[in-house]
């Protein structure tokens, strides 16, 4: 296994494990026993749990830029719709896994400052992506119409996982895509 590999297999564990278990969750320990590596290799790629973090936040904002692309010129409907069950049912297995950005939410208060950040880029870059879709669907007062979206999905992630019912995070998504401020 060559280092960029290795790089890589740890921030994919980073990422499953914070899904399941968020930001506090976990141990490079656990990481380590997922890609087979001694612990002490992780310090090669990594010097500190709050720089893994960072290259993983990274490298969701990358993906999700690279989603984005593939719905930017969908319809308004079509991309916010995408964006409940494309990304984040079918991608992210929302309802039994917690999103890579809102996993580090219960953490907030003692984050540092960079994870934070990262964690903001993630939520700017979703927000604009669902802010034009809304510009493009004519909605009133889009910026505050994208936070309102990004809460209640991230909520109906919550409450899906909670009451251990996946599919209640698409009932979720369905409503709240029926309630959207929209010109009808």
């Not at 069950?85 to 917690?98: E, H, I, S, T, V």
């Not at 809304?134 to 009133?140: E, G, S």
């Not at 309102?148 to 909520?155: E, K, L, P, T, Y």
């Amino acid at each position: 296994m060559n280092t960029s590999d290795t790089r890589e297999r740890i921030i994919e564990s980073a990422r499953l494990l914070i899904q399941d278990a968020s930001y506090d969750g976990f141990s490079f320990r656990d990481i380590a026993e997922r890609v087979g590596i001694r612990k002490a290799s992780i310090y090669h790629h990594f010097e500190t749990k709050e720089a893994l973090a960072v290259a993983m936040l990274d490298q969701a904002v990358a993906s999700f830029g690279d989603w984005a692309r593939r719905f930017e010129r969908k319809p308004p409907a079509e991309r916010l719709r995408a964006y409940c069950f494309d990304l984040y049912r079918d991608r992210l297995q929302a309802g039994d896994k917690l999103c890579p950005g809102g996993a580090f939410t219960a953490a907030w208060s003692h984050l540092g400052e960079p994870v934070r950040r990262a964690v903001e880029r993630l939520f700017d870059a979703q927000h604009r992506f669902l802010r034009q879709a809304l510009i493009d669907a004519d909605a009133t007062d889009p910026d505050d119409t994208a936070a309102w979206f990004i809460a209640n999905v991230q909520g109906a992630i919550i409450t899906a996982r909670a009451r251990g019912d996946a599919a209640l995070f698409e009932r979720l998504c369905q409503r709240t895509l029926q309630q959207l401020p929209l010109p009808r």
